[in-house]
């Protein structure tokens, strides 16, 4: 277990999301973390929702992480039919074939889109028992996903890309009832908790290293609309949006301010400089991430020590001269906690953070 005394707060963690005030410790974020290390870290399995509720805040977070997917049953059937082929469901082979295809049977999800929600349900119960555990200080992180991902497994995606010029509307149809499953379980989860819904969450990932999976105007025309929506949804809660996509977003901060993103997570270091986006879109975003996966991966303690404190000094102190200000940074995974992160390095990076002394230093 890592050498930390939890405190939990969300109010700093929105302070600091939101860019209202700076804290000598910024709050950590994560989304994923494997199950092996959530118990190892609890010295037990991590098999209830009281459970999981008591690993993020022993690991020092202020809120639960619950994800809230769109059923995807003719996918994960897919997926297994092809384990062992060389071929890829998500490239060359689609399971919607056609226009004609996706309209001549019912598909798992568009139950949920038609406001039945019995295929979500177990992920709701699963919720409503984790918000009934909180302790002082935590709120539930509502993690909804993939439009995007979900459109292009199901029609492949080559045939996606060819279909967004060829067949937008198709494209178009396929996403929105993707959206609107994803919107009826993201409503009842909202219900669901209350008050106690700290942020809304939304993973798709859009973009490689080196750009964008398709041109911007794809995405602010067929996605980004629905994501707009969903962070409506958290508003009456004042629950801001953090969105997690990997790769370079550079040509679609603009439209990501506009609909009202808060937060960007991970910010692989390989694709973006986060110093180049407070530059550029200053006091516009809480840059989350951005501390190596590989090296927590691979790397030493004493590697990991090193790249922690040069994240923190550059993008949370600001001493990197071309910071134009402190804070506004929220340390974590550039991507999510998987089971090869070895398990040493992750919890070091969560101890230098709690530890930080006036000069930026780790006491411990």
Known sequence: MPNIAPHPDFSRFLDTLLLRKFYLRPPIFDFHVAESHKSRLLGRPCVTPADDVEFWRLAGYDYVHCPLFIPQVEREAHTRALQGNAASH??????????????SQRWSWQDVADGDLTLAQDRLDWMADAAKHLPDGMKICLHCADIFTYAWEMLGFTNLCLASLEQPEF????????????????????????????????????AY???????????????????????????????????????????????????????IQPLEPKSMDPLVIKQRWPKKFCLMGNI??????????????????????????????????????????????????????????LEIVHHLDPEGRCEL
């Not at 996403?175 to 009842?188: E, P, V």
């Not at 969105?243 to 901060?253: I, Q």
């Not at 600001?318 to 070895?342: H, I, L, R, W």
Request: glycine share 10%; aromatic share 12%.
């Open 171 to 206: 494209v178009q149809m396929v996403m929105d009832s993707l959206a609107r499953a994803m919107m009826n379980i993201a409503q009842a989860g909202v219900e669901i908790v209350g008050d106690k819904l700290g942020m809304m969450f939304y993973s798709d990932d859009i």
């Open 292 to 349: 190596d996966l590989d090296l927590l991966s691979r790397g030493t303690l004493q590697q990991v020590e090193a790249h922690v404190h040069e994240r923190l000094d550059r993008l949370h102190f600001g001493k990197d001269p071309a910071s134009p200000y402190p804070g506004g940074y929220m340390p974590g995974v550039s991507n999510t906690v998987p089971y090869y992160v070895q398990y040493e390095n992750y919890c070091r990076m």
């Open 209 to 263: 290293t080196e750009g964008l999976m398709l041109g911007p105007d794809f995405f602010a025309q067929t996605l980004f609309p629905w994501i707009e929506q969903f962070a409506k949804i958290g508003q009456p809660f004042n629950a801001p949006l953090v969105y997690h996509t990997d790769g370079r977003l550079y040509d679609v901060f603009d439209n990501l301010a506009r609909i009202g993103v808060n937060g």
């Open 90 to 103: 998500s490239s060359e082979i689609g399971i919607i074939e056609s226009a004609e295809h996706f309209h």
